[in-house]
């Protein structure tokens, strides 16, 4: 199992055993009907989830009331990454990073050095360069592809000339 972190328990949600994890990785929907979490190292079955944004609401098949629950607050849950399906043109932010970042005028940027999540607007990228870092918004007019294997994002350069900054 390729362990791919999604959250952290924030809270017991009721009095049946069920947890809230507030997403380390955006909107939940994408874990669709997962069968198994890791809690502590452990495969704990999913007895029932559902999601909602950035929280997901879980029932374990081995937490059996709200003092278990409890608990588990602070823990990180992590999902196998190999049976997550992410929709077109979505990718984990773990590919992103380490990524080359080039133009589609053929210019190169540099690297995706970090990447901030606020789980609301745009991710935010920063990408070490020759002179600084530059920084930009994560959006979709902006690229132009991504290449998972070769960890190549291009970027539209004029897009990019509107919203990208240098920090020095």
């Known amino acids: 199992?390729?362990?791919f972190l999604i959250g952290k328990i924030v809270k017991a949600q009721g009095i049946k055993g069920e947890v809230k994890i507030k997403s380390r990785c955006g909107d939940l929907a994408f874990l669709?009907?997962?069968k198994y979490l890791m809690i502590k190292g452990q495969n704990v079955a999913v007895k029932s989830m559902r999601t909602g944004g950035e929280f997901a609401y879980v029932?374990?098949?081995t937490i059996a009331d709200r003092n278990m629950a409890?608990?588990?607050i602070g823990?990180?849950?992590?999902a196998d990454r190999?049976?997550?399906t992410l929709d077109d043109d979505s990718y984990f932010t773990s590919d992103m990073m380490g990524s080359r970042v080039v133009l589609d005028d053929g210019s190169e940027v540099g690297v995706v050095s970090d990447i901030l999540q606020n789980g609301r607007a745009a991710d935010v990228?920063?990408?070490a360069t020759a002179d600084g870092t530059a920084v930009f918004p994560f959006l979709?007019?902006?690229v132009v592809s991504f290449d998972p294997e070769e960890k190549v994002l291009t970027l539209y350069a004029k897009r990019f000339a509107e919203v990208s900054f240098h920090e020095d």
């Open 1 to 3: 199992m390729e362990k």
């Open 32 to 34: 669709g009907k997962q």
């Open 59 to 61: 029932l374990f098949s």
């Open 70 to 72: 409890e608990a588990l």
């Open 75 to 78: 823990q990180d849950v992590y």
């Open 82 to 84: 190999h049976n997550i």
């Open 125 to 127: 990228y920063y990408v």
């Open 140 to 142: 979709k007019d902006l």
